[in-house]
């Protein structure tokens, strides 16, 4: 591979420290070059302007400017792929998941030492490739007011089977997906289980945001949940979501273990132990935009066991990994744009006859 077929990066961060280490990171790859380094993103935007990278790695917290203004002021005028390094704390969180609203590919979170950067070294370097091939998006809107507590209760009992439930896997992209999404559903369909690859301490801050989006009432999933109609339990960062289902209810199950295609939480974990279970028949199950491929194996086994299953499609999807990945086993039924989605789950999660199981 010649040096100009590697994918260009710019490193914009105060510190000079991962300013380094990010460069030697990023640079010790073959398909990777580091074009420039950058203080703040004053010194960024004439970098853009003179170097022209592929990929852009952003601090949140610079002075003169702080990230999410640049990353907001990129996304209007010339939006490129950016994965955003976020500290590790609430308010690193919170600033990550706000970049990732205005058009961020990806986040990922510094580790708490200096001499840790080694760490997320790898990680780094897949997101960075897998955000060369991204589709920049700029920034969605706002999340609205939620409706009252006691509306979203009111229609929590409308749903009828305790057997069906919604499952759903995403990757990068998925953040924004989900915003798109969850708005648009209402409060009576089966309860849902979600695995979104972020950071470990993101996940809670994510389902809090969902939480305030509509009727829909999410919150991070803990070992022992029931999972409720009404409900949306997100995998915690970190920690594999599984749902067991009791012969009345789904109980959520929150462990450790190895990872799955480089994931914990993973997608395939979550979509098999309901294929295992005895009620697939009764799960609408899909995939959202994602690097890799997880969640493809889980939606075949559900798919073989009647359930109902889809993925998102290319146009769409942020990047176009995990979708394909189930579009081309054969696990998803049903290619859909982001915009149908809302209103496929909507569809599917009524009482209806089971979709046929696959010999």
Known sequence: ???????????????????????????????????????????????????????????????RMDGLTFLRLL???????????????????DFALEALR????????????????GGIGAELVAKVKAAARARPRSAAPRPGRAEPAAARDAVRSAAADP??????????????????????????????????????????????????????RVREAADGDILLPGTALVA???????????GAHYTARVVSGPEIWHQRPAVDLLFKSVAESGTAANCVAGVLTGMGKDG????????????????????????????????????????LPLDQVATYLRRAGQPAVPAAALP
């Open 1 to 63: 591979m010649t040096r100009s077929q590697k994918i260009r990066v710019l490193v914009v961060d105060d510190s000079a420290v991962v300013r380094r280490m990010a460069r030697e990171t990023l640079n010790a790859d073959p398909e990777l070059d580091v074009v420039g380094v950058a203080v703040d993103p004053y010194e960024a935007r004439d970098k853009i302007k003179l170097l022209g990278p592929d990929v852009i790695t952003l601090d949140l917290e610079m002075p």
């Open 75 to 93: 996304m209007e005028r010339r939006p490129l792929p950016v994965v955003v390094l976020s500290s590790l704390t609430q308010r690193g969180s």
């Open 102 to 117: 205005l058009g961020a590919v990806d986040v990922l979170g510094k580790p708490g030492g200096t001499y840790s950067f």
């Open 163 to 216: 057997r069906a439930v919604i499952l759903l896997g995403a990757s990068t992209g998925g953040v924004e997906a989900l915003h798109e999404v969850i708005p648009h559903l209402p409060g009576d369909l089966p309860g849902m289980a979600i695995v979104q690859h972020i950071p470990a301490l993101f996940s809670r801050n994510l389902a809090e945001r969902l939480n305030h989006l509509g009727l829909v």
């Open 236 to 246: 915690p960062g970190n920690f594999h979501l599984m749902l067991r289902w009791s």
């Open 296 to 335: 493809a194996d889980g939606l075949l086994q559900l798919r073989r066991r009647g359930a109902t299953t889809f993925a998102q499609d290319e146009a769409t999807s942020v990047v176009y990994g995990m979708p394909r990945a189930a579009r081309d086993n054969g696990a998803a039924q049903t290619v």
